[in-house]
């Protein structure tokens, strides 16, 4: 059973910066494919960003790109969400995932096997 913990949310201006991690619990994490997804009030749940489980393949949504980058640190079972250049339609509950084990990336929420409990991010204007 791996559990994803979440953590580096809050209230942030237009044009700043926050830093996402989650932490994995399990020892396979090393394995794993992870992605980062998000959801506002009142939208689907939506693909943020991806990565492969060593780290070389990475996948983000149009409307992050360019402004977001994903990474992970296979030693401390970790993967990060760093988000800069933030907007007000950045808003919204941010959730890590785990596909299963030797899985490749994927930015369909349905093949993630398991997720942390969210940690809001607030963008004003």
């Known amino acids: 059973q791996v559990q994803l913990v979440e953590s580096g949310g809050g209230l942030v201006q237009a044009g700043g910066s926050l830093r996402l991690s989650c932490a994995a619990s399990e020892r396979t994490f090393s394995r794993k494919s992870m992605g980062w997804f998000r959801q506002a009030p009142g939208k689907e749940r939506e693909i943020v960003a991806a990565i492969s489980w060593s780290g070389h393949g990475t996948y983000y949504a149009n409307s992050v790109s360019g402004r977001f980058t994903i990474s992970r640190d296979n030693v401390k079972n970790t993967v990060y969400l760093q988000m800069n250049s933030l907007k007000p339609e950045d808003t919204a509950i941010y959730y890590c995932?785990?596909?299963?084990?030797?899985?490749?990336?994927?930015?369909?929420?349905?093949?993630?096997?398991?997720w942390g409990q969210g940690t809001q991010v607030t963008v004003s204007s």
């Open positions: 995932a785990a596909r299963p084990i030797d899985s490749p990336i994927s930015a369909w929420y349905m093949e993630y096997d398991y």
